[in-house]
């Protein structure tokens, strides 16, 4: 922070080209907003019941508040207010980390295009979810609500039993046209703009390739998959594996939606996924988290016989780990898209074609 901000996407693009390959076709940077562009809030409780603290914790435990974030747009800015008031009209005593004592832990917040919201309590326990149900028309026009809970003394965000407490489970989010359902525990894109212009230049790169088929694995909530599955006259038959059941569920919602019957969405591992397929589609696309595909997938794709793999990365570092272990899926063109400026962070998407 600090720097203008095309120095950042400049230096960005500086650090991936020297990890992925300077002789690539780069596309030029996508850059959105440079304030104000996430869509999801992930805001650790601290403080008390009458003077709670919604942002991050010091090294002592002790919470910092950080509720006037350039980060955040307005519409999610305006919740942060009534989610602290709701703190102690809901008497939901924020979690003491030094000591272990208290009940909420994190409230994690999502932005849907057309400014509807999910609210997520992250609790210690059930105790407190009576209470959150009764005052729920407190926190006013918010779509979904959940409680999510996380018993143990541990740095993770959320734990993996959620409790919907609202009519509405899902929150749309509307991409390019294309309506990704969102349930609490599914993964989505942090900049909505910038993840627009990520699937829209997957899209392209899969139309120019024109297979009949193709895998999406780490799916998420199916937005590749949904925005690479073909128009009437050249429809593809997809499928779509991610380890999260609830993203599997909001994919299939989306598919249905669509009417796309040659896509489905199945939870699984995507390694053992490949690993255990008789056959390879024409096209993989893989969206890892920041640890990579891995050597077992890496292996396995450089073996195959896929023609192209599109790659879509958070750490160019495992990228070039992987690319490594594929030689003969050469990587041909390049685009860095600037998911999060302020930060070190970005996304890259590569195209790979087999020698």
């Given at each position: 922070?600090?720097?203008?901000?095309?120095?950042?996407?400049?230096?960005?693009?500086?650090?991936?080209?020297?990890?992925?390959?300077?002789?690539?076709?780069?596309?030029?940077?996508?850059?959105?907003?440079?304030?104000?562009f996430r869509n999801k809030a992930k805001m650790v409780v601290g403080?008390?019941?009458?003077?709670?603290?919604?942002?991050?914790?010091?090294?002592?435990?002790?919470?910092?508040?950080?509720?006037?974030?350039?980060?955040y747009p307005p519409e999610l800015s305006r919740i942060f207010g009534v989610l602290a008031s709701f703190v102690g009209l809901a008497r939901l005593q924020p979690y003491d980390v030094p000591s272990r004592t208290g009940e909420l832990k994190n409230i994690l917040v999502t932005l849907a295009p057309d400014g509807a919201l999910m609210v997520r309590f992250v609790l210690r326990s059930q105790e407190s979810v009576a209470r959150i149900r009764k005052h729920l028309p407190a926190l006013g026009d918010v779509a979904v609500v959940s409680a999510n809970i996380l018993?143990?003394?541990k740095a993770v965000v959320e734990g993996s039993q959620e409790i919907v407490l609202t009519e509405r489970a899902t929150l749309t989010m509307r991409v390019n046209d294309i309506d990704l359902h969102l349930r609490p525990q599914s993964f989505f894109q942090t900049n909505t703009e910038v993840a627009a212009a990520l699937y829209r230049q997957a899209a392209a790169w899969v139309?120019?390739?024109?297979?009949?088929?193709?895998?999406?694995?780490?799916?998420?909530?199916?937005?590749?998959?949904?925005?690479?599955?073909?128009?009437?006259?050249?429809?593809?038959?997809?499928?779509?594996?991610?380890?999260?059941?609830?993203?599997?569920?909001?994919?299939?919602?989306?598919?249905?939606?669509?009417?796309?019957?040659?896509?489905r969405f199945a939870a699984g591992d995507a390694t053992q996924f490949a690993l255990a397929s008789s056959a390879a589609p024409d096209l993989v696309i893989v969206n890892p988290p920041r640890r990579g595909i891995g050597p077992e997938l890496a292996g396995w794709l450089e073996s195959s016989?896929?023609?192209?793999?599109?790659?879509?990365?958070?750490?160019?570092?495992t990228l070039?780990?992987?690319?490594?272990?594929?030689?003969?899926?050469?990587p041909t063109r390049a685009r860095l898209l600037d998911m999060f400026p302020q930060t070190t962070h970005y996304e890259v998407i590569t195209l790979l074609e087999r020698r």
């Amino acid at each position: 922070m600090g720097v203008p901000h095309a120095t950042q996407v400049a230096d960005k693009e500086a650090g991936v080209r020297a990890l992925v390959g300077a002789h690539l076709d780069w596309l030029p940077p996508v850059v959105g907003p440079e304030r104000g562009f996430r869509n999801k809030a992930k805001m650790v409780v601290g403080g008390t019941l009458d003077a709670p603290t919604l942002g991050i914790l010091d090294r002592a435990g002790a919470g910092v508040d950080l509720q006037g974030c350039g980060l955040y747009p307005p519409e999610l800015s305006r919740i942060f207010g009534v989610l602290a008031s709701f703190v102690g009209l809901a008497r939901l005593q924020p979690y003491d980390v030094p000591s272990r004592t208290g009940e909420l832990k994190n409230i994690l917040v999502t932005l849907a295009p057309d400014g509807a919201l999910m609210v997520r309590f992250v609790l210690r326990s059930q105790e407190s979810v009576a209470r959150i149900r009764k005052h729920l028309p407190a926190l006013g026009d918010v779509a979904v609500v959940s409680a999510n809970i996380l018993p143990e003394h541990k740095a993770v965000v959320e734990g993996s039993q959620e409790i919907v407490l609202t009519e509405r489970a899902t929150l749309t989010m509307r991409v390019n046209d294309i309506d990704l359902h969102l349930r609490p525990q599914s993964f989505f894109q942090t900049n909505t703009e910038v993840a627009a212009a990520l699937y829209r230049q997957a899209a392209a790169w899969v139309d120019e390739a024109a297979p009949s088929s193709l895998w999406d694995l780490y799916c998420g909530v199916g937005g590749f998959a949904l925005h690479c599955a073909g128009g009437p006259t050249t429809p593809r038959d997809v499928v779509g594996i991610e380890i999260s059941a609830e993203a599997i569920a909001s994919a299939q919602t989306s598919c249905a939606e669509l009417g796309l019957d040659r896509v489905r969405f199945a939870a699984g591992d995507a390694t053992q996924f490949a690993l255990a397929s008789s056959a390879a589609p024409d096209l993989v696309i893989v969206n890892p988290p920041r640890r990579g595909i891995g050597p077992e997938l890496a292996g396995w794709l450089e073996s195959s016989g896929v023609r192209h793999v599109v790659y879509s990365s958070c750490n160019a570092q495992t990228l070039a780990r992987d690319l490594a272990a594929m030689p003969s899926l050469r990587p041909t063109r390049a685009r860095l898209l600037d998911m999060f400026p302020q930060t070190t962070h970005y996304e890259v998407i590569t195209l790979l074609e087999r020698r």
